[in-house]
Nanobody, 119 residues
Framework: QVQVVESGGDLVQPGGSLRLSCAVSGSIFSCSVMGWFRQDPGKGRELVTQITEGGIGEYTDSVKGRFTIARDNAKHTMYLHMNNLKFDDTSTYYC?????????????WGQGTQVTVSS
């Protein structure tokens, strides 16, 4: 069974940095696309950034130039380097693994990790 586990969330001051990690286990296949989403209470889940297996990343406008996504396919792990954090970045961050094998596909989500930006 595929498991997705996020880590690295913390309380940080504005302007500070964090690194989130997402480890995927339980499958011999890699995630075709991995992504970071965030969600606030009572709101929908927002795509922050995602990266293909080949390393091509894309970002939502609000984090461009501040966040960097990366993945280590050998370790089945994805990272989110967050710099110059702002109050609006406070949220629960979720990792998603989209896995496509032949004609089947599935999505796997982690439980989330809390990022709080506060002075």
């Amino acid at each position: 069974q595929v498991q997705v586990v996020e880590s690295g969330g913390d309380l940080v001051q504005p302007g500070g940095s964090l690194r989130l990690s997402c480890a995927v286990s339980g499958s011999i296949f890699s995630c075709s696309v991995m992504g970071w989403f965030r969600q606030d209470p009572g709101k929908g889940r927002e795509l922050v950034t995602q990266i293909t297996e080949g390393g091509i990343g894309e970002y939502t406008d609000s984090v461009k130039g501040r966040f960097t996504i990366a993945r280590d396919n050998a370790k089945h792990t994805m990272y989110l380097h967050m710099n110059n954090l702002k109050f609006d970045d406070t949220s629960t961050y979720y990792c998603k693994c989209y896995m496509q094998v032949m004609f089947d596909s599935a999505e796997y989500w982690g439980q989330g990790t809390q990022v709080t930006v506060s002075s």
